[in-house]
C-alpha cells in the first residue's frame, strides 16, 4: 500500500500480476494495452491525413481521385472501429472512467500523456502547442499527442521518415508497452496507463459499485 493508498495513479496489483490498479479500480494489462494501442494507430492515420491535406496544394486537392479521399476514410473507419472492439472490453468501472475522461476534447492534455510526448520529442517540447490546439469542436477520435505522422515534428525535424521508421517507432512503442521487466511490470505502461484510465477525480461511491461488489472481501 504506502504511497498507493487513495492514489488515482495506476500501478501493479499486488494480488495479480496482470493487473494494474489505484485505490477505486483495476484494470487487466492486456485489455489496457490493447486500447492505447488502438488509439495509437488511430491517431496516427489521423495525422497522417492531416499532414496530406497540409502538404497537397489546392490545385492537387482538386486533381485527386475521390478514390484516394474514399480509401483513407475507409482506412479510418476501420481503425475506429478496432478502437471500439478494444473499449468494448473494458470492464464496467474502467469504461465509465474512458468515456467520463473522453467527454473533455482535451482529455489527452493530462501530466502522464505530456510529460510522454516532452520526452519522445513531440510538439509538447516545443512552443508550437499543436497538441493542445488538435482538438477540435466535439470529442472526435484519434485525437491527441503526435506520433510518427506528425507533420510539425517532421517539419522540425527536417525530413520525413520512412515507412520502416515508422514501422519501427510503432514496435517499439508496443514493445516497450508489453515489457515484463524484473519487477514484472512495464514503467512505460503505468505511465500511459495512468494517462489513459485514471479518474481525474476519485469516483463518487455509487460510481463505484461493481468494484466494492466484485473486489472486496
Ligand atoms: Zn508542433
Ligand atoms: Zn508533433
Ligand atoms: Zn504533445
Known sequence: MGIFRHSRILHQASWNRDCLSNSFDSIHRDTAIDVII???????????????????????????????KTQSENVKSTL?????????????????????????????????????????????????????????LGAHKGQGHCTSECWCCAEFRGYELSSQQ????????????????HCDFSPYLLRMASGFFSPSKPPKPKENWWFRTGRQA
Open 80 to 136: 475506429e472501429h478496432a478502437l471500439y472492439r478494444a473499449v468494448s472490453m473494458l470492464e464496467p468501472p474502467n469504461k465509465l472512467v474512458y468515456d467520463a475522461l473522453r467527454r473533455d476534447p482535451k482529455w489527452f492534455m493530462r501530466n502522464p500523456l505530456v510529460e510522454d510526448c516532452i520526452d519522445s520529442g513531440g510538439c509538447c517540447s516545443r512552443q508550437c502547442r499543436c497538441c493542445a490546439e488538435r482538438c477540435p
Open 38 to 68: 488502438a488509439e495509437h494507430v488511430l491517431r496516427e492515420q489521423v495525422q497522417r491525413e492531416e499532414a496530406r491535406n497540409i502538404r497537397t496544394t489546392a490545385c492537387e486537392k482538386s486533381m485527386a481521385a475521390e478514390d484516394q
Open 166 to 181: 515508422k514501422k519501427d517507432i510503432r514496435e517499439s512503442m508496443e514493445a516497450r508497452l508489453r515489457y515484463r521487466g
